[in-house]
């Protein structure tokens, strides 16, 4: 037996959440309901300009393995933080959560802080990300552990983590690593954004190298360039083994050699939406390495975004298993 389930590798930051109404997005500049890259300066006159805030360690990725570590999953993380406060915030709600944190920690000389992503929620639950990346986006191959890799069922690219000049190649060394020893690659696409900045790259790796792609709607149809749904799935699930695709209120769909799967969505009043597809990724990953069918690895993750988007943060506040339990999906 491996020694972790799963391994995630992705950005590593702390979240900043805040409610704002339409007119404050519009008066900021921000663009609703997407992800948008922004700098150190723009990230301290957003600080100040929003209300309250709740700070909790973040990154897509990171929530994914923090939600399997709290199914009782052997996890473990690779991202970048600085030898900051937030930094030591980041390290420390990660291995609270069961998951591995060794990632060398950049020092308190390095140019850059640790990223921190400003998610302002909107009253009808929508999040509009405005992420400073920091020291995250230098993630670098030598921070990859290959021993740590090869000792994986499966690990979990996150998709934002391509928007950086070394990632793509740490991404590369840990699949040949994982691979080599017989692990399985998951990749989220993240983004429709992301999506359009490293489409051939993603293509390329989905092709040469991932056996599981997560996705929603938005960024299937980028990916493939289609407004057609139902062929991009097709399309996709032609080059990979296992695709999950979210579709909002809509469920999910799983589609793996030839035969396909709804998982409905469980109706729930949409208070933050912020990591529900991240959580759906983990509690899907989570199922399938305990053994679970592929239709019940999507109900699964639908239960699971069902409960993140039901609170304010992207991480698990209820218990996860009886939320399974109740919905009877043990």
């Not at 920690?105 to 929620?121: D, M, N, W």
């Not at 390329?204 to 493939?224: H, K, T, W």
Request: aromatic share 6%; with cysteine.
């Amino acid at each position: 037996m491996k020694k972790f389930q799963v391994v995630g590798i992705g950005n590593a930051m702390v979240d900043i959440l805040a409610r704002a109404d339409e007119g404050f997005l519009s008066e900021a500049g921000i663009e609703k309901g997407i992800m948008q890259l922004i700098d150190m300066d723009r990230a301290v006159d957003l600080y100040s300009r929003i209300g309250p805030a709740k700070e909790i360690s973040g990154g897509s990725a990171a929530n994914t393995i923090a939600g399997i570590a709290q199914l009782g999953g052997r996890t473990a993380y690779v991202g970048k933080v600085k030898d900051d406060q937030l930094g030591g915030i980041f390290a420390h709600d990660l291995r609270a959560q069961g998951a591995v944190y060794d990632t060398p920690l950049a020092p308190k000389s390095a140019e850059h802080e640790t990223g921190r992503c400003i998610v302002l929620v909107t009253p009808d639950g929508e999040r509009s990300m405005n992420t400073y990346l920091g020291v995250t986006e230098f993630l670098e191959p030598s921070d990859i552990d290959d021993a740590q890799m090869a000792d994986a069922e499966w690990i979990y690219l996150e998709g934002y983590r391509f928007d950086g000049p070394e990632s793509h190649e740490a991404f590369a060394k840990a699949i040949r690593a994982t691979k080599g020893a017989g692990g399985r690659v998951s990749l989220t696409l993240s983004d429709p954004f992301c999506v359009e900045r490293h489409r051939d790259a993603f293509r390329q790796m989905i092709v040469d190298g991932v056996d599981l792609l997560f996705c929603n709607r938005a960024e299937l149809l980028s990916m493939y360039q289609t407004d057609d749904f139902d062929a991009a799935l097709a399309q996709a699930a032609t080059e990979v083994e296992i695709l999950a695709c979210t579709d909002s209120e809509n469920g999910a769909h799983i589609l793996s050699g030839g035969d396909r799967w709804h998982a409905p969505a469980i109706p729930t009043e949409i208070v933050d939406a912020t990591g529900a597809g991240d959580l759906f990724a983990g509690a899907f990953l989570w199922a399938l390495t305990e053994g679970r069918s592929l239709e019940l690895c999507g109900r699964i993750g639908c239960v699971a975004a069902s409960e993140i988007i039901s609170h304010i943060g992207a991480r698990p506040e209820a218990d996860l298993h009886a939320l399974f339990e109740r919905h009877g999906l043990n």
